[in-house]
């Protein structure tokens, strides 16, 4: 990081005065805490006793055999919870309880990040509100069910386009006016500084305990990092301790939906442009106007307009190659793994996963480590009503045969 909330021209806080304070009084707590043995001691206990950590790094020995490469899972989808988002929800809760507030908020777009929000304030004691779109509320209601079980309250939004975006900002109105009780715990490696410096060193131990398993199981660096972009948070968290190993490729794979060109996707660096939103500045899907366009993808959690401004500038300085995948082979990915390692991939991680499988003659022999940032059980309506589809469904037929 160069200059201080920046990643290159990328990042910054561009947020009303009112909420300067609140991100102060953050950046302060950050700072102090990774200081702070005794709060990386409680961190380590939690993440191993309640999250499960370290996770494995899976030998994918018969995927691998089909592909061609060595491919190595680093199982995210094993975290208590069943994603890597608990790193993040947990640590700030942690961090929230050390700034002696009683008081957690979140947004939640699909209900991933709430729920994994819940659970670390049922553990912790915190109350909780989650904001979520009325229309998410609505469509996500095995989710909200389960923060409410676990003690949160869901406050629906029924301003704007009632989604993730409003939700956003009615989580930002309550945290200017609750800033003394409350903190706000921001989903992924995205929003003003320190956000995104906050959430990555949550995150990163998934690249730290990835390097030194490859290292012992393989006896050098892979040759190359996968993982899917949403917000960007398990991807930086699995590259950032790579980030120096400049023979180390990293790869990530944003949701390419029905296709560039029908514009129903989520792809920021085929088609996006330099903006600033919701108090960054970073790659934007926006219109000439500027006004933010709505996004798609078949996965809830890379459906998002803009990314984390770190990633804006490892895709400008060409560290880190963005690419992206469409839905039917991403579909294609998930039935893969399952069928040949008994092993349900979320439909984002999936992404990561059919890059590969479309790109394998580029890895021959290669070792590759992807980050199976979580589990795909939450996924199986929506790939079952994909696999009723004719061409999918003849291919599925196909290889139960085998
Ligand atoms: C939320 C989510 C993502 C996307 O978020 P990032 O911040 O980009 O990691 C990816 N995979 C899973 C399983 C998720 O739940």
Request: net charge positive; with cysteine.
């Amino acid at each position: 990081m160069g200059k201080k909330g920046y990643y290159g021209k990328f990042g910054g806080r561009f947020v009303p005065e009112t909420l300067m304070p609140a991100l102060y009084e953050l950046e302060d707590a950050l700072r102090t805490a990774r200081r702070d043995i005794s709060f990386r001691k409680e961190l380590d206990y939690y993440f191993k006793e309640y999250v499960g950590r370290p996770t494995p790094l899976y030998y994918a020995r018969n995927a691998s055999k089909k592909l061609g490469f060595k491919l190595y899972l680093k199982r995210e989808d094993l975290c208590h919870t069943g994603a890597h988002k608990i790193l993040n929800a947990l640590g700030q809760a942690l961090l929230a309880r050390r700034m002696n507030k009683i008081r957690v908020i979140a947004e939640t777009g699909a209900g991933q990040h709430g729920v994994a929000v819940a659970t670390a304030a049922s553990l912790l004691a915190l109350q909780c509100v989650i904001y979520m779109g009325a229309d998410d509320v609505e469509r996500q209601k095995t989710n909200v069910m389960r923060m409410e079980i676990l003690g949160a309250k869901v406050q629906p939004v029924t301003k704007g386009t009632r989604t993730l975006k409003d939700a956003i900002n009615e989580a930002l109105r309550d945290w200017v006016t609750n800033v003394t009780t409350t903190h706000y715990i921001l989903g992924t490696v995205f929003g003003p500084y320190p956000y995104p410096e906050l959430v990555k060193y949550f995150v990163s131990i998934i690249g730290r305990e990835a390097k030194k398993q490859i290292l012992r199981k393989e006896g050098k660096m892979p040759d190359a990092v996968i993982a899917c972009v949403g917000g960007g948070s398990n991807a930086i968290g699995i590259f950032f301790p790579f980030l120096k190993m400049k023979n180390v490729k990293l790869i990530g794979v944003e949701a390419g939906g029905e296709g560039i060109a029908s514009g129903r996707h989520a792809a920021r660096f085929q088609t996006g442009k330099v903006g600033i939103f919701q108090g960054t500045k970073s790659y934007v899907l926006q219109n000439e106007w500027g006004q933010i366009l709505d996004t798609y993808s078949i996965a809830p959690g890379l459906d998002y307009a803009s990314v984390g401004p770190e990633h804006s500038f490892l895709f400008e300085s060409g560290r880190v190659h963005y690419t992206y995948a469409e839905d039917d082979k991403v579909i294609e990915a998930y039935l893969f793994l399952s069928r040949e390692e008994g092993i349900l991939p979320a439909l984002e991680s999936s992404h990561a996963l059919a890059f590969l499988m479309k790109n394998k003659r580029d890895f021959e022999d290669q070792v590759v480590l992807l980050n199976l940032s979580g589990r795909g059980d939450k996924d199986l309506p929506t790939v079952l009503r994909r696999i009723s589809e004719d061409g999918i469904k003849r291919d599925f037929r196909d290889s139960q045969k085998k």
